[in-house]
């Protein structure tokens, strides 16, 4: 692809998801951002550009999943199993650069309208060649980044299916898998069905101007982009634990020291407690024994007295004096 053709690309990612995750991939597409999982690059000036498309009777790509699903269940007699791979999105993804040309040559109303448009054939052809049931269609035009003052969009739509083909009763997504043989019997390099589903993306956008992005297999700087990216964030998480661990056990040395002088500190308020208990006991006992010694004063005292007036008082009597 030479230069002039990668300002005008179009191309899709796919992926597949259970149950669990179905639906919060649903919420997260949902065009009317009115769910739980907005991206961080969203740009909320643009988001009443956003467009959702969704099965007859659904507002959203939940409900039209749940419709599928009950359809299925009506068709097969079952549920889908929580291991079954019932959503397989497709993120259409367009040059904003060519985007642009198609706003200026139309009017930003009918550029959209076409880009729409244009994403329902797309769905209708996957449906046709492969059999997946179109859920819904959410074109984000509210995605991007700033760059040189100006916010450059990421034009992209989420198109989803259900992984079920009602006519053939068949769930297309595990033939799609196996990447075939080429003439020399040898695996293909490349996935031949989903190299077929960038081939319908380029030849459904070409109308617009569009053209087929570069596969990343054959290119490989994506990936390898995403490896040097990978690396360098292994690397950081790698110092980040070295350093998480040095000052983990620096902390586990303090609290150890912590630990022992909280048992020092225990163990001499015990002995104070025990020293305290004792002196207790020890004023109690001096205590009684004053207690005692007064009354034994007290008593002594008394039969002095006593003696004294009987001995004066015989005194008298010997004397015989009158008192």
Not at 117 to 131: C, H, M, S, T
Request: hydrophobic share 30%; proline share 2%; glycine share 6%.
């Amino acid at each position: 692809m030479n230069k002039q053709n990668k300002k005008a690309f179009a191309s899709v990612r796919t992926k597949y998801y259970k149950a669990d995750k179905a639906y919060n991939v649903l919420d997260h597409s949902n065009a009317n951002r009115n769910g739980f999982t907005c991206s961080a690059n969203v740009n909320p000036k643009f988001s009443h550009d956003n467009v959702g498309l969704y099965t007859k009777g659904c507002k959203n790509g939940a409900e039209a999943l749940n419709k599928a699903c009950a359809r299925y269940k009506g068709v097969t007699g079952k549920k889908t199993r929580k291991d079954f791979n019932l959503l397989f999105e497709h993120i259409v993804i367009l040059s904003e650069q060519q985007y642009v040309k198609i706003e200026k040559k139309y009017g930003d109303i009918k550029a959209k309208q076409l880009l729409v448009k244009y994403l329902r054939k797309y769905a209708v052809q996957i449906k046709n060649e492969f059999g997946f049931e179109p859920l819904g269609i959410d074109l984000h035009l509210d995605e991007g980044r700033h760059e040189g003052g100006r916010f450059v969009r990421n034009i992209h739509a989420h198109v989803s299916f259900f992984n079920y083909d009602f006519k053939n009763k068949v769930a297309p997504l595990r033939h799609l898998m196996a990447k075939g043989k080429n003439s020399k019997s040898r695996t293909n390099q490349l996935n031949p069905n989903f190299e077929k589903m960038q081939d319908i993306v380029a030849n459904t956008f070409k109308p617009l101007g569009f053209e087929r992005g570069e596969s990343k297999n054959v290119t490989g700087r994506e990936h390898l982009q995403k490896e040097k990216f990978v690396k360098e964030k292994l690397n950081e998480m790698t110092q980040t634990v070295e350093v998480l661990n040095s000052r983990n056990q620096e902390l586990e040395s303090q609290l150890t020291l912590q630990k022992y002088k909280s048992d020092q500190l225990s163990n001499e308020i015990q002995l104070q407690e025990n020293k305290k208990s004792w002196l207790e006991n020890k004023i109690s006992n001096l205590t009684n024994m004053a207690d005692e010694l007064e009354l034994a004063i007290k008593k002594r005292c008394k039969r002095t007295l006593n003696f004294i007036s009987r001995k004066v008082a015989n005194s008298y009597k010997s004397s015989g004096l009158k008192r």
